[in-house]
């Protein structure tokens, strides 16, 4: 087995290596070590005594004033894994404080796991971003903690995205994306890899190619893109969605190319990290029966099952508990335990 010092030699070196590439100019990529991070540890809302974990707030990772983040850090002589967890709110709403109860945090501080919470950028009316701005927020929240593991004494090679909703989505879109780091980016925080353990989706979405809600998602209720936005009044959220102003333009080349960026079924391959989806909507409704609502389209077991189905079709490791589907994974894991497998613990 390699020694801990052999081990940072290697990265050491294979760092130089990747800074050494530098743009067509010769200008190298090489940038001085990561400013220290000002941090002073606040008063948590529970006790952290009994883990000897220490609770740092509205840490900011990047220009916006939604770009914060807060991190519960365990004691540990040695670096430790890490859960970002991203919270749900249709991208419109919800904040990083509603990211977990006392349990929630505590089962993973007590197995000496990191636990971050994030905020992004969320959507606005009319919108001339779309939903991209708020998934690549939590992509560079991802990469500021990486180049920043160090001094927080996280494994940057040990990190599992979570989320509920927008955030599983958010957690799933980044999971499933080839690697976005830019070695030469002028931002070192941009340079830092995307690639996760694995990530866990709660209620999520299959894809934000809502396009395919129709097609794919909610093929048996036999509706087209514009019959569904206006069942669920959203066709305003549908042009924010993708920063438009005209429905006419959502199958423009543009927009088509924006709906394969944040498309988590389009994006997914075998080479992909394992994940886990949970769906505990009851009861999981079909046509004939209740209507579509917007909760239940957002939430519907047929998110999650489509995404299990596309897994086990390409071979991508997943474990998938869908309740008003009856569908249970024989592994019987939940979020938890799949979560300290993937972190090696």
């Known amino acids: 087995m390699k020694s801990l010092s052999s081990v940072r030699l290697t990265l050491v070196v294979l760092g ?72 749900g709110g249709g991208f419109t709403g919800g904040s990083r404080d509603t990211s977990g109860s006392e349990d929630f945090v505590m089962s993973y501080l007590s197995e000496g796991v990191a636990f971050a919470s994030i905020d992004y950028r969320l959507l606005t009316s009319p919108d001339p971003d779309g939903v991209i701005k708020s998934l690549t927020d939590s992509a560079r929240c991802l990469q500021f903690i990486r180049y920043h593991a160090e001094q927080l004494n996280i ?23 080839d690697d976005m780091a830019d070695p030469i980016n002028e931002d070192p925080v941009l340079r830092q890899t995307t690639r996760v353990n694995a990530a ?101 077991a047929n998110h999650a099952l489509v995404l299990a189905e596309q897994a086990d079709e390409i071979g991508l490791e997943n474990v998938t508990n869908i309740k008003g589907l009856m569908i249970e994974d024989p592994s019987g894991e939940d979020s938890l335990a799949f979560a300290l497998r993937h972190f090696g613990l």
């Not at 290596?17 to 606040?42: N, R, W």
């Not at 989320?163 to 499933?176: D, E, R, V």
């Not at 909610?218 to 005209?246: H, N």
Request: glycine fraction near 8%; proline fraction near 8%.
């Open 16 to 87: 130089l290596l990747v800074a050494s590439c530098g743009s067509d100019s010769g200008t190298s990529a090489t940038a001085p070590p990561p400013e220290p991070l000002d941090l002073e540890a606040t008063a948590a809302g529970f006790d952290l005594d009994s883990v000897g974990a220490e609770y740092f707030e509205a840490i900011s990772y990047g220009p916006y004033d939604e770009n914060l983040f807060d991190i519960y850090l365990p004691a540990s002589d040695q670096p430790t894994p890490l859960l970002i967890y991203i919270h």
């Open 155 to 177: 494994d940057p090679s040990n990190i599992i995205l979570m989320g509920g909703s927008a955030g599983a989505g958010a957690s799933l879109w980044i999971a499933f994306n």
């Open 200 to 300: 866990i989706a709660i209620s999520t979405q299959a894809t934000y190619d809502i396009g395919k809600w129709t097609s794919v998602v909610f093929e048996e209720y036999r509706l087209d893109l514009l019959e569904l936005a206006d069942l669920l009044g959203l066709a305003q959220r549908l042009l924010d969605f993708y920063g438009i102003t005209d429905v006419e333009t959502f199958e423009s080349p543009e927009i088509l190319e924006y709906r394969a960026r944040v498309d988590m079924l389009g994006l997914m391959d075998a080479d992909d990290p394992p994940f886990y989806a949970q769906n505990d909507l009851e009861p999981a409704t079909g046509p004939g029966s209740e209507p579509l609502s917007v909760d239940l389209a957002f939430h519907h």
